[in-house]
Structures are given as structure tokens and as C-alpha cells.
């Protein structure tokens, strides 16, 4: 079936610009995380949406990052007046309780994000 | 101190060599435990989870150490389609709850012709 996608696969923007990244999860997965992975580095968890529950955002470095999740599916990750320091792969990812391991997260193919 | 911690590598091994990596994790009430194979400027994608009484699938096997808070993983007979990135993955959430994992830096192999 359909994987997790995730758009647009590249972005450039300029310093001070905001933008928009989206993520669509695997249909039917309940839970929903964004990280970010910067040039040779590991994963840095963002934020996880978990069905109705109040996100939790303790990974979100900064207030010009925020993210929605609509109808608990699509996720929209906005980044305000974009620093060249954002720039990174954004990687989305979407698990299941009731398939496989609970909490097998399936990875979007990311966004990556260059700031001028 | 890292919460999950790997040695960085870069590994490079002869093809058909037997290769382990390690991590340890310092959070002694996690509960799950995976291998994830990063591909260069590809996304992350799960090799195997990591059960208490260790599990094998084909050439790879994974080991925990719930005393140590250790986790292996061991490569038989490496392919150069093995080269790759791999992550060590640990789950702090309690059973029952889908929270958040905390990521490794991950551990570079390269498997040469």
C-alpha cells in the first residue's frame, strides 16, 4: 500500500521567508512525528501528534516552529522567517497501535529545506 | 550524556566479513528496542526490532542486554548492499503507549568489493 509521503522533496527559500512542509501519514495510522536531520547528523525528534491528544512539541528548538495535523491525517510543519541554520532534511513519519509493533515508525522520503 | 549512544564509525570491512555494532541507552525503563538502516540521503527504514532473547533474520541478528543496557547487532557474511547507515532506536515510553523514539547518531558501514 501507499507509503508515507511528504512535499514538495525540495525546498529553497530565503533567510526571513516562512514555509510550509506537509505530510501525508499511511491511512489509519493514529500517530504522526516529525524529526529533522541535519548533513551527517542522527535524527532530531520535532513534534508528535498522537490521535486527539495535545501534541506533544518538547522537540520543537524554537517559537518560529509550529505544526498542525488536520482531521488527524495530513500534518503541516511551518517554519517562520526561515534561518539559514533550518537548513536540514525534514523527516515525517507515521505508526500504528494496531499494526505490526505499535510503534514501528514507516519514514516519509523528507523535505529538504535550504535556506539562502 | 546521550540518551542512545553508537559508535560512530565509519566501519569498512571486506566483503563477507562478519561485522557488530553497538549502542548503549541510558534510560533503564525503556521498553522497545530497533535497527534502523539509513541509506545515503535516503529515508530511515526499520531493519528488525530487538527482542529480550535476542532474534535473528537471515544474516542479521540482534542481541539486548536489559542488565548492561545493551544492544547488538551482528552482520554475517557482509554484502556491499549492507553498506549503509545504521541506527539504533530505543522506545523510553511505557508498554502500551506509542511515544517518541529517540534516535542514535548512527553507526557508517561500508562493505568493500
Not at chain 1, 512542509?21 to 500517530?31: K, N, Q, V
Not at chain 1, 498522537?50 to 518560529?64: F, M, T
Not at chain 1, 515525517?92 to 514507516?106: F, I, P
Not at chain 2, 562478519?18 to 539509513?38: E, G, K, L
Request: net charge neutral; glycine share 8%.
Amino acid at each position: 500500500g501507499a507509503g508515507v509521503s511528504q512535499s514538495p522533496s525540495n525546498k529553497v527559500t530565503e533567510k526571513g521567508k516562512d514555509v510550509e512542509l506537509r505530510c501525508d501519514p499511511i491511512s489509519g495510522h493514529t500517530a504522526l512525528y516529525w524529526y529533522r536531520q541535519s548533513l551527517g547528523q542522527g535524527l532530531e525528534f520535532l513534534i508528535y501528534f498522537q490521535g486527539n491528544s495535545a501534541p506533544d512539541k518538547s522537540g520543537l528548538p524554537s517559537d518560529r516552529f509550529s505544526a498542525e495535523r488536520t482531521g488527524g491525517s495530513v500534518s503541516t510543519l511551518t517554519i517562520q522567517r526561515t534561518q539559514q541554520e533550518d537548513s536540514a532534511v525534514y523527516l515525517c513519519a507515521s505508526s500504528s497501535r494496531h499494526r505490526d509493533r505499535q510503534d514501528t515508525q514507516y519514514f516519509g522520503p523528507g523535505t529538504r529545506l535550504t535556506v539562502l | 550524556r546521550k540518551e542512545v549512544e553508537q559508535d560512530p564509525g565509519p566501519f569498512n570491512v571486506p566483503e563477507g566479513a562478519t561485522v557488530a555494532f553497538n549502542c548503549t541507552y541510558s534510560n533503564s525503563a525503556s521498553q522497545s528496542f530497533f535497527w534502523y538502516r539509513q541509506d545515503c540521503r535516503k529515508e530511515p527504514k526499520l531493519l528488525m526490532s530487538v527482542y529480550s532473547s535476542g532474534n535473528e533474520d537471515g544474516r542479521f541478528t540482534a542481541q539486548l542486554n536489559r542488565a548492561s543496557q545493551y544492544i547488538s547487532l551482528l552482520i554475517r557474511d557482509s554484502k556491499l548492499s549492507d553498506s549503509a547507515t545504521y541506527l539504533c532506536v530505543v522506545n523510553e515510553g511505557s508498554s502500551g503507549s506509542a511515544r517518541q523514539l529517540t534516535f542514535g547518531s548512527g553507526t557508517q558501514l561500508t562493505v568493500l568489493p
